[in-house]
């Protein structure tokens, strides 16, 4: 397939090989002839790559310590992609350069991106040249990880480095990802869901320092608002008095089309505290939230402080769980569809990260109602199967004066504005 050649006057030898019905050459200078066999090997395995997209294992180590030089010769005959100077590939340049390309996600994705950066570099140092990590030590790097924090924070950040090697296999950087056979896991924490319930919600809103900061809990917990994403989009022009409605925009969502931003119910326990920070706002006010608040970067802290405050043990993942603890509530009244379309999530991602069960689903459950019930439908059935198998039955029904008879109600149809109410559109 390919053949070594040395020109005699100099003793620098050349590998020659034929691609694409082309003959191509690769200068490898002056060395022993059983070093040139090797290079002539990697160079039969990489033409083999390039038509099964299977790279021999002892090649790609080859190919991956090989000098910019050599690995220059063998981009200029098409064998593999250019790469990028040696400082490029080091593992903390390489996630820099990334992240520094990545100007389409919003500053908070970046703050994640170089959590899982600096636990990279901790474990394999920032001069580490990335080519050069194997599989087997992504797989240890894993389980350092899975020693210090929990099996979903752990799953987030394996998910996120996935994506920083998949890009640098798709830019030449490197081969193939060491990362690609590493397992992902689970990103749902079970043990960090909390149900926070009105009891709760009502110590913490009694403990607020102002009404703005009851608001922005209400907002939460009643209104399903993302904190602080949604929080400080929500304008007062956003909130239809008359219709009883919020337009809520959504900047985690707005990547997707059509999902920017979402109409939800004015519910009557968020109406009463946007009234009162309307009667209170400066005139000519733009948001809701004031912005030296809506913009604050320790609302997370200031909730705990008020949580203390009020004498309740403080929830993991405070706002999230407020939202979640909505998501459960509105599960229980309505069909999924409508809870999940008014808090701006999928079906899916309600059941797998908001909806939990609590303590009065197992009250309900084991209460007496619940168990009289099924017993009074079973003789309700019986009653009616022996009042059809009764042949001299033949008593009317009595019904109430001005109703309608069972036939007459049988076929009323349904007008043209259908059984729902109207939908409201901005």
Known sequence: MASIATEESTGLKRIQFITDGKRKTVRIGRMNQRAAE??????ENLITANLTGVMDEETAKWLAKSDDAMHAKLAAVALVKPRETTSARALAAMIDAYIARRSDVKPITVLTWNQAKRYLVEFFTSARLVALIKSAECDDFRRWLRAKFSEAYTSKMIMICKAFFRDAARRGIITVSPFIEVRNGSQVNQD??????AGT??????AAPSNEWRLIIVLARYGGLRVPSELSQ?????IHWQEKRIVVTSPKTEHHEGQGTRICPLFPEVEEYLR???DAAPEGEEYVIREKLRLAPNLRKELTRIIERAGVVAWPK?????RASRATDLADQFPSHVGAAWLGHAEEVAKKHYRTVTDEHFAKAISKQAAQNPAQHTSADTSIDKQLESEGNEKQAVLPSGADVCN???VKKVGDKGLEPLTFRV
């Open 408 to 410: 007459a109600v049988h």
């Open 192 to 197: 960090r869901r909390r149900y926070i319930d």
């Open 38 to 43: 090797k290079i002539k090997g990697h160079i």
């Open 276 to 278: 009162l920070a309307y």
């Open 318 to 322: 405070l706002f999230q769980n407020l």
């Open 201 to 206: 919600i009502q110590k913490v809103l009694d």
């Open 234 to 238: 929500l304008k007062w022009g956003h």
